[in-house]
């Protein structure tokens, strides 16, 4: 076809598309105004194509700008901003022309994904292990796209408040007037204000003259102020912290500080968030080695209920090499599908010195040697899985930061709370070899991953391939039945088996033949299960999530 003859058919054609633009409101603002970058088809004259555009728009005045890629047809041209109201869809208009393969804006404010500036972050080398950078690069915490604040309860022993890397991050009840001796709002505590101290049944929150300092510690990993030119970086920039004294050695006390952020949420959830808080995690750094959960029905019921109002629960493994599916451990061996637990490793991906177990231990973070807050306006390095399991409950606040905001009216507190843990023990688990046959997930937390399935809401594991075996699980979240379907062909038998996330097996057979092999799921309960596939050589495991709705 003659350009000519194209020019003159091609106006009634765009005179369409631009009626269609019209229908159409908004625009990135992100951008350099009154620029485009486009890339032609080989062997395309970029003069000739902007001739042909502007003969049928005239009012864009398209001018060539600058060549960006000759290789590859890419260059830069200025056109008249003031058609972009009449136009929003420019990019797609000019993308239709038979010469131009591409077009679109050139954006501006994209986040370079730089290190925070406060000065001590080169020494937080936790942060890079687990992909940090990556995620803040999308959020960095605070709020949810809905406008909830996101508030962290941690349950611990003493916190220094006016810690200057700190103070901006703590939550406060602003239906409660702290220290006039009344309960303002009514919640059954007195003075409220900045948590509660149930150590001294108080509202006065303090580190006991600097002689409790592992709250400090711990709150500074979730939400130390970041990128303010101060201290270290918390996994939270601007998360709320709800500090709570309980840890104690007495199992009472630790009941009521779990019934205190209990009673939070559900204040939260009751008045639509006039009151209350919006409690997404709870962080327990304490525990009884070797206990049995059998002894301890309360203690462990208390992650079903919060559970139940949407809080997730983290949990610190022992800080001692035992198998904890043998040996035992209360919390990490409480039946809850509201209770993640957390077991130490070193800057070389290595167990260390703490707890594990394929049934019972969920997975690993960082926990040797971190840089952290501490008492006196100071900051400290601290070891042990109660610094990891901060990092989860960390990470747990920036995917809740991440998420769509329609979700929140999709789906209820506690399905929304039982998603995060799938999200987070799938995508948010980087798979390691030294951990194999170590924990449930084989992996180290990967905080990029976690927030970004919670900003996709991805779905768990969909389309995936076994690396040994090259096996396609699906669908994934699947509902009455899941398929595997063998690439290639399978040179000897395979075993297979389902878990669900309590260790508890609910299928095991033998795969003998290639091709298609179909489980029956219409039955299973809803949640996350691993499938596992093993031959004499290797084994894989993969997470699946079965859903009924």
């Not at 029905?297 to 997730?312: A, F, R, S, T």
């Not at 003998?512 to 809803?526: F, H, N, R, S, Y």
Request: charged fraction near 20%; include cysteine; charge should be negative.
């Amino acid at each position: 076809m003659l350009k000519s003859t194209f020019i003159c058919e091609m106006k009634h054609f765009w005179g369409i598309v631009l009626g269609l633009a019209l229908a159409f409101s908004g625009f990135a603002q992100d951008r350099v105004k009154g620029e485009l970058l486009i890339a032609l088809e080989a062997d395309e004259n970029l003069l000739e194509a902007i001739e042909a555009i502007n003969e049928t728009y005239p009012q864009l005045s398209l001018n060539p700008k600058e060549v960006i890629s000759p290789e590859l047809g890419i260059h830069s041209l200025s056109f008249n901003e003031q058609v972009v109201e009449a136009m929003p869809d420019l990019p797609k208009i000019i993308a239709q022309h038979p010469w131009v393969r591409m077009a679109q804006w050139n954006h501006t404010g994209i986040q370079v994904r730089k290190s925070p500036n406060d000065p001590q972050y080169i020494a937080q080398w936790h942060w890079t292990q687990i992909g940090a950078e990556d995620a803040w690069s999308m959020v960095t915490g605070g709020m949810t796209k809905n406008g909830k604040e996101i508030v962290i309860a941690i349950v611990d022993d003493g916190y220094e408040l006016n810690h200057d890397d700190l103070k901006d991050n703590w939550w406060k009840n602003k239906h409660e007037i702290p220290f006039n001796q009344i309960d303002d709002d009514s919640n059954g505590y007195v003075d409220d204000y900045d948590g509660f101290n149930f150590y001294e049944d108080t509202g006065h929150i303090h580190t006991f003259n600097n002689r409790y300092t592992h709250g400090t510690r711990v709150a500074g990993i979730i939400g130390a102020r970041s990128n303010n030119n101060l201290d270290v970086a918390g996994a939270n920039w601007q998360v709320k912290m709800m500090p709570v004294i309980g840890s104690s050695t007495t199992e009472s006390t630790v009941l009521k500080s779990y019934n205190y952020v209990l009673k939070m949420r559900m204040r939260y959830n009751r008045t639509n968030g006039d009151s209350g808080a919006f409690i997404v995690a709870c962080n327990s750094s304490f525990g009884v080695d070797f206990g049995n959960p059998a002894d301890y029905p309360l203690w462990c019921d208390m992650y079903n209920q919060m559970g139940e109002v949407g809080i997730l629960s983290i949990a610190s493994a022992p800080n001692v090499a035992i198998n904890i599916d043998e040996k035992g451990d209360v919390p990490c061996t409480c039946p809850s599908d509201y209770l993640v637990t957390v077991t130490r490793t070193d800057q070389n991906d290595n167990l260390k010195s703490a707890g594990y177990g394929t049934t019972h231990m969920d997975m690993a973070a960082p926990g040797v040697e971190i840089l952290t807050t501490f008492p006196n306006n100071s900051t400290t390095k601290t070891s042990g899985a109660s610094f990891s399991t901060a990092m989860v409950t960390g990470a747990i606040g920036l995917m809740y930061a991440a998420l769509p905001d329609t979700i929140f009216d999709q789906l209820s507190p506690k399905d929304l709370t039982a998603r995060m843990k799938g999200y987070l023990l799938s995508e948010g688990v980087e798979v390691i070899p030294a951990l194999n046959g170590m924990l449930v997930t084989d992996g180290r937390l990967d905080m990029h991953g976690a927030v970004n399935a919670a900003y996709n809401d991805y779905q768990v594991g969909v389309g995936e391939h076994l690396r040994t075996h090259e096996i396609l699980i699906y669908p994934n979240p699947a509902n009455d039945r899941l398929v595997l379907q063998s690439i290639t062909p399978l040179a000897k038998p395979l075993q297979l088996s389902v878990v669900n996330l309590q260790g508890q097996e609910v299928i095991r057979t033998e795969w003998k033949t290639d091709g298609q092999l179909v489980i029956e799921t219409a039955d299973w309960p809803e949640g996350m299960y691993l499938v596992r596939l093993q031959d004499n050589s290797a084994s894989e495991a993969y997470r699946i999530m079965i859903t009924h709705r």
